[in-house]
């Protein structure tokens, strides 16, 4: 439902029910890594397990195996977990034991080559995942301010830094105390989203990296991801505190704020690329979220500035961020940053962290 009648008004909230649809892959990174000794890669049945650490030191020492651990784990170019407990003949339901949660390669990994590293998806205390209301809250923030900066032009502020932007003219309008820069004042506040139902294993699988460049060149690093796979769904619940926001900013003005900036998006970003999702939408009530979608979708110095006065800060931006990354090119190529997202899974190319999203 398009940003219709709220479910649940209670005094001044207004709660409704956020579905995103995955597109694409869907990443939220905890900032653990897994590497070759944490998980358990089934070549035969395509899944990866990762394993309780706790566990495995528990089974070692009661075993006697944890020198040969060490010696096989602290060497470089030694055995993975799998060939490990092959080698010492762990049983299989000791193997069980070990067992925190199971999930689909995606085709990332292959017998006989060496384990990738893979960067861990975020889980709560229960050990479930799931994607923190701050991170579509982020979203929500990028497409508001966007509609806002359509509306109201370009006001004065900006630093060389693309990244230093000035937000507060535009959502600093509530007029609680005089300083406009007191976040106080932020249409934001009045914008609550809570952390998503957590989110079955079977929805995750591991993603590759995958930067597409202008000229059609893919380039793969080694960068493997646990991700929500694309075609699943993901549920929020959205407060809109009336008390605050008074008549500013419903879910239908909402919703026309992402539509808008996804066309954006589309129109000045990916059209200038030479291939696109196939399933990624050419309009409507989309998204990215979570980490490797993009510079473009986080930053708002182009539409600010107008693509032309952006372009040559953006570069300036880049190349300082990133001097290895031959970005000093793209002012010639005419786009910078010069690659779109992608996550490669199990064949397919879909758009990093792209998201359809309903409100009810």
Known sequence: MGGGEHLNPVNLLETYRVKLRTIGPVFVGSGHKYGKSDYLFDA???????????????WLIDNRKVDAYEREFLRPGGQNLEQFLRKVCMFPQDRKKLIRYTIDVGGTLREGTSLKEIDAFIRNSAGQAYIPGSSLKGA??????????????????????????????????LGLTRQKEDAINSLMRGISVADSAPIPDTDLTLVQKVDLRKDGQEQRPNLVRECVRPGREVVFSLTLDRSIL???????????????????YRSEFSARFPE????APASGSCLFLGGGSGFFNKTLIYPYLGYEQALPKVVWHMCKSFPNHHHEKDASAGISPHCMKFGASNGELHEFGLCEVSLT
């Open 246 to 264: 008074r008549d500013a900013l419903s879910a239908r003005d909402i919703l026309k704020a992402i539509s808008d900036f996804y066309t954006y």
């Open 276 to 279: 696109e999702d196939p399933d």
């Open 140 to 173: 929500l923030r990028t497409a508001i301010l966007f509609e806002k900066i359509r509306a109201f032009g370009r006001l004065p502020g900006i630093k060389n830094d693309p990244k230093q932007f000035p937000e507060e003219p535009y959502l600093h309008t």
């Open 44 to 58: 035969k049945n395509r899944t990866v397990s990762i394993v309780r650490k706790d566990v495995l030191m528990e």
